[in-house]
T-cell receptor
């Protein structure tokens, strides 16, 4: 079983739609969780950290479910500029981050 | 803003050549990382370093070495390049962002080994 698993997509959604991605992790001792965004042919950049209580940043909401060992990212009112690959990232209580392979989102007009 | 730079965006080398990939960060971060990114495999950690002259193996160190002579510079070395090392190489520097650590990535070097 992979340490971090994501549906690769692509998720094709119209502008204005709400879309959600899930990511599962295998190490129950994991302490830190993040969503990174990677545009085509660009480097990954931190989108948001995921806290136990969940957190929201504008149209983006991230949640953590420790019991089921998954994190989610919800994007409301999708924009064309949201088209990218979203990487789920977990720190399994070590010195390293574990990156998922990413979920590709394509928002169309 | 944190800036992480990598010496080349695109590089083409021949099998058996020695290859140097340079990474420089300007935020005085102690932690630096080298990854490779391949379709369907995501980012895989090659080596990382917590301080000058310190290095730790990541998940796929075979065929690579690193050098950290100065805090701001972390170099990845392919002693004898092979075709299976054709990949996108990403360097990252790690520092605090709010309450958690964030990795800041360089723009990447797309290496092709012929």
């Amino acid at each position: 079983r992979k340490e971090v698993e994501q549906d690769p997509g692509p998720f094709n959604v119209p502008e204005g739609a709400t879309v959600a991605f899930n990511c599962t992790y295998s190490n129950s001792a994991s302490q830190s969780f993040f969503w990174y965004r990677q545009d085509c042919r660009k480097e990954p950049k931190l989108l948001m950290s995921v806290y136990s209580s969940g957190n929201e940043d504008g149209r983006f909401t991230a949640q953590l479910n420790r019991a089921s060992q998954y994190i989610s990212l919800l994007i409301r009112d999708s924009k064309l500029s949201d088209s990218a690959t979203y990487l789920c990232v977990v720190n399994p209580n070590t010195d390293k981050l574990i990156f998922g392979t990413g979920t590709r989102l394509q928002v169309f007009p | 803003d944190v800036k992480v730079t990598q010496s080349s965006r695109y590089l083409v080398k021949r099998t058996g050549e020695k290859v140097f990939l340079e990474c420089v960060q300007d935020m005085d971060h102690e932690n630096m990382f080298w990854y490779r990114q391949d379709p369907g495999l995501g980012l895989r950690l090659i080596y990382f370093s917590y301080d000058v002259k310190m290095k730790e193996k990541g998940d796929i160190p075979e065929g690579y070495s690193v050098s950290r002579e100065k805090k701001e510079r972390f170099s990845l070395i392919l002693e004898s390049a092979s075709t299976n090392q054709t990949s996108m190489y990403l360097c990252a520097s790690e520092g605090l962002a709010g309450e958690s650590l964030e990795q800041f990535f360089g723009p990447g070097t797309r290496l092709t080994v012929l």
